[in-house]
């Protein structure tokens, strides 16, 4: 669903210089914002740096980026 809001001009602006770093659009750099402070806000406990690399990891399994854990030793 859609919806416009306000936003102040000098957090626009401070969005799309983050936004032009990260290759992202001014309104998906928001969205990035508003997830990571929601997930901030439901995790208190977690780092950022737990947050921001967990989202990472997920876009990379997404793209199946990653490798199937194997063990190599035998648990007893």
Same mark, same amino acid.
């Given at each position: 669903?859609?919806?416009?809001?306000?936003?102040?001009?000098?957090?626009?602006?401070?969005?799309? @210089?983050?936004? %032009?770093?990260?290759?992202? /659009?001014?309104?998906?750099?928001? #969205?990035?914002?508003?997830?990571?402070?929601? @997930?901030?806000? %439901?995790?208190?406990?977690? /780092?950022?740096?737990?947050?921001? #690399?967990?989202?990472?990891?997920?876009?990379?399994?997404?793209?199946?980026?990653?490798?199937?854990?194997?063990?190599?030793?035998?648990?007893?």
């Amino acid at each position: 669903m859609a919806v416009s809001v306000r936003l102040d001009d000098e957090f626009v602006s401070n969005a799309k @210089i983050h936004a %032009d770093a990260e290759k992202r /659009s001014v309104p998906k750099q928001i #969205e990035y914002w508003a997830k990571i402070g929601q @997930i901030m806000i %439901d995790n208190p406990d977690l /780092s950022f740096e737990f947050v921001r #690399e967990s989202l990472l990891a997920s876009e990379e399994m997404k793209h199946g980026l990653v490798k199937p854990y194997v063990r190599r030793s035998k648990r007893d």
